[in-house]
């Protein structure tokens, strides 16, 4: 892979751009609470999704539009990193018949949680994504990145993260603008994300969800995409490719996920899978 030069950016200083088309994954099974992925020359696109994970990006080389559950687009140039809460609704794509590299580390929620509890903070529900142009940030991570991908040893790599974790401080970084306030009771929100959260119900039909919401199917529709950023549909779909990624990363096999999943056949799976993830499952499983 044919690396972007991870220097500060600067108004006169155009970054090197990548000349190899690639995206790699790194993962860890003495780390299970982190995922890395390094890409170059990507056109791949993603529908707006979420997922149970706080993500950091970066973009290394040229420029992409982020969408992040509020209103508008931001784009993101070189350099810049974004910092996107778990369950937040969004979608970074690379501009119109361009290419994009970029860098992506998925932290659990949990270990995440734990760590800020130790030093006496606390992860917040509904936080909003944050947009950082901080040069030595962005060197930083990028240095954090490196060292994921490496030959270091666990303990150096899981000592650099939980450092660079441990630094971040959200206040520094203006947060986007959040959406719309939910127009559903939380009662009534939580009622219903608790019922497609059980294995048994991820297909549940538009009806049956608007009559346990005690709504019609388009107030429902409506007001649950102000409330999580998606349809019921879409969001059904989003949990899904969520627990098709953790059975990749166990090793099954791609055709029993699309039939427990509940997928029309392998190829709609994988379909969809890219659709939300920019890669083939079969990529993301190796």
């Known amino acids: 892979m044919s690396r972007v030069q991870h220097s500060p950016p600067q108004a006169d200083k155009i970054i090197p751009r990548a000349t190899e088309q690639h995206c790699a994954f790194w ?22 999704h ?24 931001s784009r993101l140039l070189p350099g810049t990193l974004v910092f996107i809460p778990a369950y937040c609704v969004h979608a970074c794509n690379p501009e119109l018949d361009a290419f994009w590299s970029y860098q992506m580390v998925h932290l659990d929620g949990a270990w995440l949680q734990a760590l800020r509890l130790e ?17 030595g940030l962005y060197q930083r991570f990028c240095r954090l990145n490196d060292m994921l991908f490496s030959h270091a040893d666990t303990a150096a790599k899981e000592a650099a993260l939980i450092e660079f974790v441990g630094d971040y401080d959200a206040s520094a970084h203006p947060p ?4 719309m306030l939910p127009q559903l009771p939380h009662s009534t929100l939580k009622a219903l994300l608790l019922r497609l959260e059980e294995p ?16 019609g199917r388009y107030q ?16 059904q779909l989003n949990q899904r490719i969520n627990l098709a990624r953790d059975w990749l990363r166990r090793g099954t096999p791609v055709v029993d996920i699309a039939y427990d999943l509940g997928f029309a ?20 499983r190796n």
Request: proline content about 5%.
């Open 220 to 235: 429902l529709i409506r007001a649950f995409r102000a409330a999580t950023g998606l349809t019921p549909h879409a969001y």
């Open 119 to 135: 030093s006496g903070q606390a992860t917040r529900a509904g936080e909003p994504a944050r947009i950082s142009g901080d040069a």
């Open 265 to 284: 056949d392998q190829s709609h799976f994988q379909r969809v899978f890219k659709a939300h993830t920019g890669v083939t499952p079969g990529l993301y």
């Open 176 to 179: 986007l603008a959040s959406s």
């Open 200 to 215: 048994a119900n991820q297909l549940l039909t538009l009806g049956e969800l608007a009559a346990l919401a005690g709504m």
């Open 50 to 73: 979420s997922h149970p994970t706080f993500s950091i990006g970066a973009v290394d080389d040229g420029s992409s539009l982020f969408t992040g559950a509020g209103t508008g687009q």
């Open 27 to 48: 993962r860890d099974p003495a780390l299970p609470f982190v995922e890395s992925r390094q890409a170059c020359q990507s056109r791949a696109c993603y529908k707006a």
